[in-house]
């Protein structure tokens, strides 16, 4: 017996071999032949109580040895690997990279984080977070790489998920689809419970792109929302698992349901679903047990089954971890100094100027350190001990030093903490808590800098815009017209102070190394060169959503209503969603109607004429940019950029088109953007490309897009309400 399990064991590990001109697919085709049922099964949903249970990952499947597939080994998230205190890098949330509107950065992000996955034996990162930012307070909006703009994150995923798999590691794009509220936990509009309700034009065009631009890229995995949509949850909506990510998208990779998305056996495994995470015994089992006997009774065909672990073993295949195993542990640490250095330049980079009146930046640091001490105030808890670095949920990384602006300052400064030790320099700090007191300070002092921030967090979207020690600012103002505010935000946040501020600028939540990003920004060692993804709006809900489509209509108990569940139940005898499946009483969730249908963001504010605070697009430099010479055809738009400043300086030029007006879009659409990099006096002609789908809008009739025929408007500026050349082109 022992001479044949040899025999059985040495067959199987060199069929795991790739064979001469084999492709990925085909390759995972002839192993996923050689599996047992078991083993097939063992890919389809995790076992906690399996060799992965203490594997120390978010998420995990057992390997096959004998044909020579590796665990599965999953963790969050976007903006770094969640897991032990100080081994692994907190990088700049993704939003705030999203402020480059570079993609060859976004390349070098992705690249870092999936060099650090694979260095801590992980194959699966889940991120990139895509979702388009909806509403302005979304608890997750700073995971979100789009911003609030379909084209813009279709762009920026693709050097994201290109970076993250060229090191050996499966890029997950989440959270597939219309998760764009996180809700209140237990309450109104809560995630889990809520269903998007959204027309088909609206979903092409806004939600959609995005997830395509990561296909596009080649993402080998998706997962599934926790939310539904049009009344069916996510991972077991026929339209978007089967249709929309597969049919139409193209779609070769494994879908995985988010930790509370599985709500059903056959309906979730009929239509898309691949992977049930995360298993008993933290949800019920859903994939083992249940889908053995759908298979069985004719309810799931084993076609399905094959065709789900093909895809999960060619996504192995396709990144190269059949071949190349990994050594590290979750617990191996991978910071370096060069990712610490990277972390910084990313975090500069995305810094974004608002305001700059009278070149108030940068600071002269020479002439600042020959000033009196108490000369600069530094006025914030945000900029000590209240620092805020990243947001919470899956998204938390905790770093091993994480430098706060107050550290940075006094290091750029040559000042101790111990105003015993060294000679007192001209930084003085307080965070504000005595507003009398911080008040005097600012008065006192010849330059004050205010660091304001906010948190945020999975579950629970904001309830206020508002950033902290909001209020002190103005009363800082009234003494000292030279205050800078730095801006630690998670999202478009409030400005009602901004007439008073010298300078304002957005460092998003800049991860680790934010003190350091905002020394090199503030003393212009690096000249900011962000720009916003989202807009910056003048009040609270000032796009006027009802509760109709934020948080959403309630479900009635009163009238017979049964409200759908926040954790995941068993699923019934037959295998369907007790919450709501096919053959099963229907439960009642949230509604949130998507009335406004393309009307979000930047679209809405052109749409009812509305001066934002700070526009879509918006972002200074230490430096003036010129724009010349539009040449303009429908295959793309040339133009000439000069920095017509003292200083280098960086760019980023966006194209935007307006529709004939029978088209039926907003006023207008960003259709193409490049980042310029040009010396002082130096110009450049710049190209952005046009294709047939620039032009074209979805069209529900035929379920396609469709050229708008007739005259566009095409629009080159530095925002979107700064609009610098304008062309029209006829289709």
């Given at each position: 017996m022992r001479t044949h399990a040899a025999i059985v064991l040495s067959v199987g590990l060199v069929a795991a071999g790739r064979t001469a001109n084999e492709d990925p697919w085909a390759r995972a085709a002839r192993l996923v032949a050689l599996m047992t049922e078991d083993e097939k099964f063992g890919f389809l949903q995790q076992n906690l109580t399996g060799p992965c249970s203490t594997s120390g990952y978010t998420g995990c499947l057992a390997a096959v040895p004998r044909l020579g597939i590796p665990e599965m080994r999953m963790n969050d998230g976007p903006e770094g690997f969640r897991g032990p205190p100080g081994k692994s890098t907190q990088w700049p949330s993704g939003l705030t990279v999203a402020h480059s509107w570079d993609r060859a950065l976004f390349k070098e992000y992705g690249t870092a984080m999936g060099a650090e996955f694979a260095g801590k034996g992980g194959n699966v990162m889940f991120g990139p977070g895509l979702n388009v930012q909806r509403v302005a307070n979304g608890g997750r909006s700073f995971e979100y790489s789009s911003g609030e703009d379909p084209f813009l994150g279709a762009e920026l995923a693709q050097g994201e998920v290109a970076g993250i798999q060229s090191q050996g590691v499966i890029a997950t794009a989440k959270h597939f689809i219309d998760n764009d509220q996180e809700g209140y936990i237990h309450g109104a509009g809560d995630r889990h419970t809520t269903s998007a309700f959204v027309d088909e034009r609206t979903q092409m065009e806004l939600y959609w792109p995005p997830f395509e631009g990561a296909i596009k890229a080649g993402v080998l995995s998706v997962m599934c929302a926790n939310n539904m949509v049009n009344g069916v949850y996510v991972c077991e909506n026929n339209r978007t698992g089967n249709w929309l990510l597969r049919e139409h998208g193209g779609f070769k990779g494994w879908m995985c349901s988010d930790y509370d998305a599985t709500r059903s056996t056959i309906d979730a495994a009929n239509h898309g679903l691949d992977i049930a995470m995360p298993g008993p015994?933290?949800?019920?089992?859903?994939?083992?047990?249940?889908?053995?006997?759908?298979?069985a009774n004719g309810d799931v065909s084993q076609a399905t089954?094959?065709?789900?672990?093909?895809?999960?073993?060619y996504s192995l295949a396709a990144v190269g971890a059949l071949d190349t195993p990994k050594t590290g542990t979750a617990d191996t640490d991978v910071t370096s100094d060069a990712h610490r250095a990277l972390a910084r330049r990313l975090a500069a980079?995305?810094?974004?100027?608002l305001r700059n009146e009278g070149g108030a930046l940068p600071l002269n640091l020479a002439a600042l350190k020959k000033r009196p001490a108490g000369s600069v105030a530094l006025i914030g808890a945000a900029a000590g001990n209240g620092a805020i670095f990243g947001g919470g949920g899956s998204g938390k990384v905790v770093p091993k030093h994480a430098v706060s602006v107050l550290e940075a300052l006094r290091s750029r400064f040559a000042q101790s903490a111990d105003a015993n030790r060294g000679p007192p320099g001209p930084l003085v700090y307080t965070n504000g808590a005595d507003v009398a007191a911080a008040t005097k300070l600012a008065r006192e002092s010849e330059l004050v800098i205010m660091v304001l921030a906010q948190q945020s967090h999975e579950d629970k979207d904001r309830t206020s815009l508002a950033l902290s020690d909001d209020a002190l600012v103005s009363a800082v103002t009234a003494v000292n017209a030279n205050t800078v505010v730095v801006a630690v935000s998670p999202g478009p946040f409030l400005t009602k102070w901004r007439g008073g501020?010298?300078?304002?600028?957005?460092?998003g939540m800049a991860g680790e190394q934010e003190g350091h990003a905002v020394a090199d920004v503030l003393f212009g060692d690096v000249n900011p060169r962000g720009k916003l993804p989202h807009t910056l709006p003048n009040r609270w809900n000032e796009t006027a959503f009802s509760v109709r489509q934020y948080p959403g209509v309630a479900p009635a108990p009163g009238k017979g209503e049964v409200a759908c569940s926040v954790t995941p139940t068993a699923p019934t005898a037959d295998g369907h969603n007790p919450s709501g499946g096919t053959g099963a009483a229907p439960c009642r969730p949230y509604e949130a109607h998507y009335d406004e249908g393309?009307?979000?963001?930047y679209r809405w504010y052109d749409a009812h004429a509305v001066e934002p605070a700070y526009a879509f697009g918006h972002g200074l430099s230490y430096t003036t940019f010129g724009y010349a010479d539009l040449t303009v055809s429908t295959r793309g738009v040339t133009f000439t950029v000069t920095n017509t400043g003292r200083v280098a300086g960086a760019e980023v030029a966006q194209l935007y088109l307006g529709f004939p007006p029978a088209a039926g879009e907003p006023p207008q659409l960003l259709k193409g953007f490049e980042v310029v990099t040009l010396a002082a006096g130096a110009k450049a002609s710049v190209t952005i490309p046009l294709n047939t789908r620039s032009f074209s809008t979805w069209d529900v009739e035929t379920h396609a897009w469709a050229v708008a025929h007739g005259e566009f408007s095409v629009l080159i500026g530095a925002s979107s309400r700064d609009i610098r050349l304008r062309g029209r082109v006829s289709v």
């Open positions: 015994p933290r949800r019920p089992d859903y994939f083992a047990r249940p889908l053995r006997a759908a298979v089954i094959d065709e789900k672990v093909t895809r999960v073993v980079a995305s810094a974004t100027l501020a010298a300078a304002i600028v957005d460092f393309l009307l979000t963001g």
